[in-house]
C-alpha cells in the first residue's frame, strides 16, 4: 500500500484495554503508519500491550492506578467509568507536552479513540485537537444504541421474560433477548453510558466492517449521524500483522492441524472474556465426542467457573478423543481460521471473531454470551446465513446436531456454500477499487485534512 500521509503526521491512538479491542486499534496503527503517519498509542497500564511487536510505535502509557480496586467482569459499567477517570488526566498532560515539545510548522496530532475510552474525545475537545472515534464493534451494535431510549419511552423496560423471544419494533431480526440490555443488572447505567457515547463529538467514524456485510444497518445509521463513516475492514486481511495477543500463542495447534484433512476440523474458542460452567465443560465435551468430528478446542485460563473437577473432567475426555482433538489454553486464531484444515467455528461472535471467520468462509455455529455478541450471532445465522445457531446454549444432543450439519451434512451444503460467497466478496473489497480500498484513502485525505 502506497505512502500518503507524507507529512508524518502523529496520530495518538487511545485503546480500550480489553483483547477485542487492542487488536483492531494496533491494526489500524499498523495501516496507517504505512501510509506515512507517526503513530503514538497511549495506553493504560492494565493489559498493557507487547512494545516488542511494533518497534515503529512509541508506546506512552498512561497511570491507572485506581484501577485494580475494580474487576470488568464483575460490573463492566464501573470498570469502564473508572477506567475514563483514572486515564484522562495522565492523557492530557501527555498531550501537552507533546504539543509543547513539537514544531512550529508541525502539524497537532490528531486523537484517535475507541469510543468506550470517552474520556479521550473530552481531552482533544479541551486542547482543541481534531479527533475521529474507532468503533471496533459492528454498525449494527452503533444502531442498538439509538434502540433503547425508544423501547424505554415505549415501555418495555424492564424487560419481562415473556418477550424474549418476540421481535424488538423497527429492529428486526433481533428479539428483545438479543440486545445488550436485556439481562443486565443495571440497565440505567448502561443506558447512560449508551447517552454518552452517542453524543461524543467526532470528525469521523473508523469501522472495521465491510460495506456489503451491514448494509441496511449502515444506511439507517447514516441518517442519524452527519460524521463521514470509513469501513476499512476487514483490516486484518491488509496486512501480515504481528501478533497483539495478550496470552502467549500456543502454536503447537498448527502442526496437529497441519495432519488433519481438509475442512475436517471445529474450532471451538469463546474469546477473551466469555465464561462457562463445569457443567456446560461436560455437556461439550459429551457433544465433540459424539459428532465424531476432529477438533481443535481453546480453553482459556480462568474461562472455567467453579472449576473443582474440570481438570479430572478434561483428563478423561483427552484420554477418551486420543488424537482426534487438540486442546489448547490460546491459538494463533487468524492463522487457524486460515488452515485449509478447518471447516468449521463453534464460537462466541465476538466480532473480531465472527469477522475473522467470514473472511476465511469458514461457517459458524453460534453461541453468544453478551455484549453485541447476540447481535452478531443473529446476523450470521439469519441474516447472512453463514453458521447456525444453538438455541439451548449447550445441550450434548443440540451440539451434535449442530456440528454434523455445519461440517458434513447435506443440509449444511447451503450454509457452505454461502460462507464461500461471503469470502470472495470481503476478498473483493479490500482489492484496489474494492469498498474498504476506496474508503481508507478517504480516511487517510480526512486526516490529512483536519
Ligand atoms: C470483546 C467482546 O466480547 C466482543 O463481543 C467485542 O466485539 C469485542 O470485544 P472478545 O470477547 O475477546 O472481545 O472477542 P473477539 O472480538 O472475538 O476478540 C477476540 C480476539 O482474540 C480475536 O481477534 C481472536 O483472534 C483472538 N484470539 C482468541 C486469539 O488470538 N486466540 C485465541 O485462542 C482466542
Request: hydrophobic share 40%.
Amino acid at each position: 500500500m502506497e505512502e500518503q500521509g507524507g507529512r508524518r503526521r502523529r496520530l495518538v491512538l487511545v485503546p480500550y484495554p480489553l483483547q477485542g479491542h487492542i487488536t483492531p486499534t494496533l491494526q489500524l496503527g499498523t495501516i496507517l503508519h504505512s501510509r506515512g503517519f507517526s503513530i503514538t498509542i497511549a495506553h493504560s497500564h492494565f493489559n498493557s500491550p507487547d512494545t516488542s511487536n511494533h518497534p515503529d510505535f512509541v508506546f506512552l502509557p498512561l497511570s491507572d492506578d485506581s484501577l485494580s480496586k475494580y474487576n470488568h467482569s464483575d460490573d463492566i459499567v464501573a470498570f469502564i467509568s473508572n477506567l475514563n477517570l483514572s486515564c484522562k488526566v495522565p492523557l492530557q498532560e501527555l498531550l501537552i507536552e507533546m504539543i509543547e515539545k513539537q514544531e512550529k510548522c508541525e502539524e497537532l496530532p490528531c486523537i484517535i479513540y475507541d469510543p468506550i475510552m470517552y474520556s479521550a474525545e473530552a481531552v482533544a475537545r479541551h486542547l482543541k485537537l481534531p479527533s475521529i472515534m474507532l468503533r471496533t464493534t459492528s454498525v449494527t451494535f452503533a444502531l442498538s444504541f439509538y434502540v433503547y431510549p425508544k423501547i424505554q419511552k415505549e415501555g418495555y423496560t424492564p424487560f419481562q421474560d415473556s418477550k424474549s423471544l418476540e421481535l424488538v419494533p423497527e429492529f428486526h431480526p433481533f428479539r428483545f433477548k438479543d440486545l445488550t440490555v436485556f439481562n443486565l443488572k443495571s440497565v440505567d447505567d448502561f443506558l447512560q453510558f449508551v447517552t454518552t457515547i452517542t453524543n461524543l463529538q467526532t470528525s469521523g467514524m473508523i469501522w472495521n466492517s465491510i460495506d456489503c456485510l451491514e448494509q441496511s444497518s449502515l444506511a439507517q445509521l447514516r441518517q442519524k449521524s452527519q460524521v463521514p463513516f470509513f469501513l476499512i475492514g476487514p483490516m486484518h486481511k491488509l496486512f501480515p500483522f504481528p501478533s497483539s495477543s495478550l496470552l502467549e500463542e500456543d502454536r503447537s495447534c498448527i502442526s496437529w492441524l497441519d495432519k488433519q484433512t481438509e475442512n475436517s476440523v471445529l474450532y471451538v474458542s469463546f474469546g477473551s472474556m466469555a465464561t462457562v460452567e463445569e457443567k456446560e465443560v461436560a455437556e461439550m465435551t459429551w457433544g465433540l465426542a459424539n459428532s465424531k468430528q476432529p477438533f481443535l478446542w481453546v480453553i482459556r485460563p480462568g474461562s472455567v467457573l467453579v472449576s473443582e473437577s474440570v481438570d479430572l473432567l478434561l483428563d478423561d475426555f483427552k484420554e477418551s478423543v486420543g488424537e482426534r482433538g487438540c486442546i489448547v489454553k490460546w491459538a494463533p486464531q487468524k492463522e487457524v481460521l486460515a488452515h485449509s484444515a478447518v471447516g468449521g467455528f463453534w464460537t462466541h461472535c465476538g466480532w473480531n471473531s465472527t469477522l475473522e471467520s467470514v473472511s476465511e468462509g469458514v461457517p459458524m455455529i453460534c453461541r453468544p454470551f453478551s455484549a453485541d455478541q447476540k447481535l452478531n450471532g443473529r446476523y450470521v445465522s439469519h441474516v447472512w446465513r453463514v453458521g447456525v445457531e444453538l438455541e439451548n446454549g449447550f445441550e450434548r444432543r443440540e451440539i451434535e446436531r449442530a456440528i454434523k450439519l455445519l461440517m458434513e451434512e447435506k443440509e449444511g451444503e447451503e450454509i457452505r456454500q454461502r460462507a464461500a460467497e461471503l469470502k470472495q466478496e470481503l476478498q473483493l473489497s479490500i482489492q484496489k477499487g474494492g469498498s474498504s480500498y476506496n474508503s481508507l484513502n478517504e480516511l487517510v485525505e480526512l486526516i490529512m485534512s483536519v
